[in-house]
């Protein structure tokens, strides 16, 4: 079996050399481990270290394209390169790499198609009181949305199999922590969560600047997901939003005409609540139809990608191999 480690990177010169020298040469299960790099329009020196430290891969996205589709088109270049087992991990050196084997295990043990580190929140001290119940909260959140248990959704330190990494479609720019896990879990991959280490990182995240920011960014990307995977079932909950108080206005209405005074109460409002949950229920049966043929659209594209390894990359207008 062959593992592939990729690593986005964006102005990391600091850290790369420590984060490569830190990961595994040899794993039980694994007869070649390699390293790709996604360099995501870097300005320093990032690539030259990580040639210099003998990274075996180097994908650069020719400008920087945000951590989403970065990750995205790392996955889409290691099926590419034959990889059978994925590994996502942090140019930071965040995530403690003695972990990787923990991380592949139920992939290989076929136990799971996509694995996810949970972080100790709560004895990192990096983590101050308020960013832990947020993380608490968002993945509660994801959990709901995506039906899944896994407690911690914002980490990036991940192993996927070749399958469930072709069948994996980013959509949002900022990050894919939350739709991946929405999406497989609305796909039905089946996923898991092992307990990893981290190592203590002096610089604050690149991802957000404020953590309001991230948090309103977040919960557009649950609902945008949410909505694009179980469209029928947003669009009816608005329709049941709008069609209950329709409900209270016409058991009101028929109150007045039962004792014999029903003329000029409300029926325009009645009706205008009814039409809104019909239009809704309508939207959301329009919705499911489109999400069923962007389905077909993504199991076409995984069986392409499956299908492409080895293949030559053609696409050069947004992203380049340096070194292969």
């Not at 290989?108 to 993380?135: H, Y």
């Not at 909950?237 to 028929?254: E, N, Q, S």
């Amino acid at each position: 079996m062959k593992l592939i480690i990729q690593i986005p990177a964006l102005n990391e010169e600091g850290t790369i050399a420590e984060t490569l020298a830190a990961l595994p040469k040899s794993m039980p299960g694994f007869e070649v481990i390699e390293v790709l790099l996604i360099d995501d329009g870097s300005t320093d020196d990032t690539v030259d270290i990580a040639r210099t430290a003998g990274v075996d891969h180097v994908l650069s996205m020719g400008t920087n394209m945000g951590l989403a589709r970065a990750f995205a088109a790392g996955l889409e270049e290691a099926i590419r390169l034959g990889a059978d087992v994925i590994v996502n991990t942090d140019a930071d050196n965040q995530y403690c790499a003695d972990d990787i084997p923990a991380l592949v295990r139920p992939i290989v043990d076929n136990e799971a198609q996509i694995v996810v580190g949970a972080r100790p929140i709560k004895e990192n001290e990096s983590f101050s009181p308020l960013k832990k119940q947020l993380q608490s909260l968002g993945s509660w959140v994801v959990r709901r949305a995506s039906g899944s248990d896994i407690p911690d959704a914002p980490s990036g330190f991940r192993a996927y199999s070749r399958e469930a990494a072709a069948r994996l479609c980013v959509l949002t720019t900022y990050t894919y922590t939350l739709e991946t896990i929405i999406q497989a879990g609305r796909k039905r991959i089946p996923m898991t969560s092992v307990p990893v280490r981290v190592n203590k990182v002096e610089r604050p995240s690149r991802l957000f600047r404020s953590m309001g920011g991230y948090i309103r960014r977040s919960i557009a990307t649950i609902l945008r997901v949410f909505v694009l995977y179980a469209p029928l079932r947003f669009f009816l909950m608005l329709a049941g939003v709008t069609a209950l108080p329709a409900l209270v206005v016409i058991a009101r209405f028929l109150w007045f005409v039962a004792n014999g005074d029903g003329a000029g109460h409300v029926q325009s409002l009645v009706l205008a609540g009814a039409l809104m949950a019909m239009i809704f229920f309508a939207v959301g049966v329009l919705a499911d139809l489109i999400a069923a043929n962007r389905t077909l659209l993504e199991d076409n594209r995984s069986r392409d990608l499956l299908r492409n390894e080895g293949a030559p990359r053609t696409d050069r207008r947004r992203i380049r191999v340096i070194k292969d």
